[in-house]
Antibody, heavy 118, light 110 residues
Framework: VQLVESGGDVVQPGRSLRLSCAVS????????MHWVRQAPGKGLEWVTV????????YYADSVKGRFTVSRDNSKNTLYLQMSSLRAEDTALYYCARESPSSVSLDYWGQGTLVTVSS | DIELAQSPGTLSLSPGERATLSCRASQSVSSTYLAWYQQKPGQAPTLLIY???TRATGIPDRFSGSGSGTDFTLTISRLEPEDFAVYYC???????????FGPGTKVDIK
């Protein structure tokens, strides 16, 4: 099982950015997927979840209306479209797989860094 | 919304000692939806325990989880050098679906 995030960058406040998470080693289309972030030196913050088929999505209040999660099951790829970025969105963004046997995150990528700064 | 508090913030112990980490929920939660993760510096978190007490695949049996209601505990029976890390508890809430993490407990070498 591998999850590889990409797309992190330094962006100005108010701009947009799209993150990707390419997965391999499991049947992507059968798993719910999450994004979790970690600000520098801080704890973990759950961001969003998308169901296995993309039909259901849920967001943390801190990103609702600004971030959109999506997936392309034909490409085994998860996305996070981030808009109206703020300084407080600066973090390492992880994608993670939801375990089918328990509501927990059993595999994580190594993260991609998003820095929002003017 | 359910909030998770973890104590202590930092636990200073020596290799071979027993570590007891606490996670307290702001209201009673189902143990089915309580998990623990370990995060080492510069690494992604790894799942240790799910369902409050079930070890994830490949996790050594020196790690154990217990608890119910509002109080949950992660115990490391004998600390190995590789166990010095930050530990997070996590709860899944279903209405609407969301994950909540505790602030973490750092276990460092005394």
């Amino acid at each position: 099982v591998q999850l590889v995030e990409s797309g992190g960058d330094v962006v100005q406040p108010g701009r947009s950015l799209r993150l990707s998470c390419a997965v391999s080693g499991f049947t992507f289309k059968t798993y719910g997927m999450h994004w979790v972030r970690q600000a520098p030196g801080k704890g973990l913050e759950w961001v969003t979840v998308i169901s296995f088929d993309g039909s259901n999505t849920y967001y943390a209040d801190s990103v609702k209306g600004r971030f959109t999660v999506s997936r392309d099951n034909s490409k085994n790829t998860l996305y996070l479209q981030m808009s109206s970025l703020r300084a407080e969105d600066t973090a390492l963004y992880y994608c993670a797989r939801e375990s089918p046997s328990s509501v927990s995150l059993d595999y994580w990528g190594q993260g991609t860094l998003v820095t929002v700064s003017s | 919304d359910i909030e998770l508090a973890q104590s202590p913030g930092t636990l200073s112990l020596s290799p071979g000692e027993r570590a007891t980490l606490s996670c307290r929920a702001s209201q009673s939660v189902s143990s089915t939806y309580l998990a623990w993760y370990q995060q080492k510096p510069g690494q992604a978190p790894t799942l240790l325990i799910y369902g409050a007490s079930t070890r994830a695949t490949g996790i050594p049996d020196r790690f154990s989880g217990s608890g119910s209601g509002t109080d949950f505990t992660l115990t490391i029976s004998r600390l190995e050098p590789e166990d010095f890390a930050v530990y997070y508890c996590q709860h899944y809430g279903s209405s609407p679906p969301k994950f909540t993490f505790g602030p973490g407990t750092k276990v460092d070498i005394k």
